[in-house]
């Protein structure tokens, strides 16, 4: 599914590349174990680790579930077997 989530960035917002990151366990800053991945379009300069997380308003939060929402609503993914 991260795969697909990546191709769906890369043709919505025309990113240069994509991160996948992963924190588990208590050490890693989660409290209640699940899996949980996180799926970044990456732009050249973006400066990803230099810069300090902040939350976006939930009306960009919206349009972004939106957006991707509508391409998997036109493009359902086809997952493999197996």
């Not at 973006?46 to 579930?65: F, G, M, Q, W």
């Amino acid at each position: 599914m991260s795969r697909l989530v990546a191709l769906a960035f890369k043709e919505i917002y025309g990113c240069a590349g994509i991160s996948t990151y992963q924190h588990n366990e208590p050490a890693g800053g989660q409290s209640v174990w699940h899996y949980h991945l996180h799926v970044l379009p990456r732009f050249v300069g973006d400066d990803l680790y230099a810069t300090k997380p902040v939350e976006a308003p939930l009306e960009e939060r919206i349009r972004h579930a939106n957006l991707l929402h509508d391409y998997f609503a036109q493009s359902p993914p086809q997952l493999e077997e197996g």
